[in-house]
């Protein structure tokens, strides 16, 4: 691997003069071009900025592979290549290319989604030309965003087995990976990723207040990956009418109620006040949020006496939720989870436990990872514990508060 330029803006030279009116042509041009068009798009956009070629590198559903939009490439693998090392750091990264030029590997990053990596050749990593590698990824993510929202070939390029359809149902509702801001971060993993049925997740930012939530529906069909979608959708739609957490929590109890009234869930909603660390909560018969704090578990810190699943009709339903109040510390992390997570079992029927889950986490969270990369790395730690072969769906949520000094 070659060590990257000190300077962002060093080594310019007469060959890096770039065409603006090109480039504002490219553009606008991206702005109404097709999902397919965009790795073309990209070697253009690459050649008017002084650069040699791009190629864009999406990561497939369960963070193993890096598929490239040139269908006649092959994927590369996340955890052993130059281009996993940029995904997984979210930093660039440089390797020689067969023809004496350098290949940049820049992440893809939307916010703090990662996407993947953009692969550019170039003739050296000056400063110019990193800088430029790096406005045309910060291009490139955002198209990828806009356009993967109606692309179905974007979505089949990430795949690599075909996907049940509760699965397809319950994924049509998820939210992206990761979100955050300079304040907090949220960042989710679930499997078995292609058969999910009972399991989902969900976060928001709404102003200065995290949401999160994490549901675990009865069974393990259609019907429980209804469930959970309608549980979502009563929950957005209540948040997005500037509901108080108890309302979404009652909201998400009548919609259940009313349109599926033999079915009901588990589930912990949050909300985290980026400003000032102020977190409310609500666990409905789920296992209780855990805290994590300068390295360690404080064990019960978030439990609450129990209350009864979402989406109970008649005399089991309950007249009111109880909301729950702490205030976090900087640096604190709060990690939602089902219980598919803790009961994987491996061949001699040992479980993998809340210990160990917990101990991941905070060794890989001291060793440096972010949040998104522990749980992708945690979640195959469990998914390997188990053969690949979950008997339960697995869920994991993640958010961290680290307030601006």
């Known amino acids: 691997m070659i060590p990257l330029p000190d300077s962002p803006y060093a080594s310019s030279g007469p060959d890096t003069a770039v065409d603006e009116s090109l480039l504002v042509e490219l553009i606008t041009e991206a702005q109404t071009a097709l999902p397919v068009d965009l790795p073309a798009l990209a070697n253009r956009c690459a050649s008017a900025l002084g650069l040699n070629t791009a190629l864009i590198y999406l990561v497939d559903l369960q963070q193993r592979l890096l598929i490239p939009l040139d269908e ?110 300079s304040r907090c971060v949220s960042t989710a993993v679930l499997e078995p990723a292609y058969d999910i049925a009972g399991d989902a997740f969900d976060h928001s930012v709404v102003k200065n207040m995290l949401h999160t939530m994490i549901l675990d529906a009865m069974g393990h069909d259609l019907t ?60 409905c018969g789920h296992p209780p ?66 210990d160990r889950f917990t101990d991941f986490i905070i060794r890989s969270s001291a060793a440096g990872q972010r949040p998104a990369e522990v749980l992708r790395l945690l979640i195959h730690a469990i998914l390997e514990h188990q053969r690949n072969e979950l008997r339960d769906d697995a869920t994991i949520l993640l958010f961290e508060w680290r307030p601006q000094c």
């Open 224 to 283: 429980a990956g209804l469930t959970t979608s309608v549980a979502m959708a009563a929950a957005r739609n209540a948040r997005r009418g500037g509901g108080r957490l108890a309302d979404i929590v009652g909201s998400v109890d009548q919609a259940l109620a009313q349109w599926l009234p033999d079915q009901f869930c588990t589930g912990v909603l949050c909300r985290l006040d980026a400003e000032t660390g102020v977190l409310r909560w609500v666990n």
């Open 289 to 354: 949020p855990l805290l994590i704090r300068a390295e360690r578990v404080l064990a019960g810190v978030l439990d609450s006496p129990p209350q009864p699943p979402i989406g109970l009709a008649g005399p089991l339903a309950p007249a009111t939720r109880q909301v729950h109040e702490t205030t976090l510390e900087p640096g604190d992390c709060v990690l939602l989870y089902t219980d598919g997570v803790v009961e994987a079992r491996d061949a001699d029927g040992a479980e993998f436990g809340l």
């Open 72 to 181: 006649a490439l092959d994927p590369l693998p996340v955890d052993r290549s130059s281009a996993g090392s940029a995904y997984r750091t979210v930093s660039p990264r440089v390797d020689a290319a067969d023809d004496d030029g350098l290949i940049v590997w820049m992440p893809l990053v939307d916010g703090a989604e990662r996407l993947g990596v953009l692969a550019v050749r170039t003739a050296s990593a000056d400063g110019v030309r990193m800088h430029r590698s790096r406005m045309l990824a910060h291009l490139f993510a955002m198209l990828i965003t806009s356009k993967r929202a109606y692309s179905d070939w974007l979505a089949a390029r990430t795949r690599t087995a075909m996907m049940a359809l509760p699965a397809e149902m319950l994924r049509a509702f998820l939210p992206p990976r990761t979100i955050g801001s």
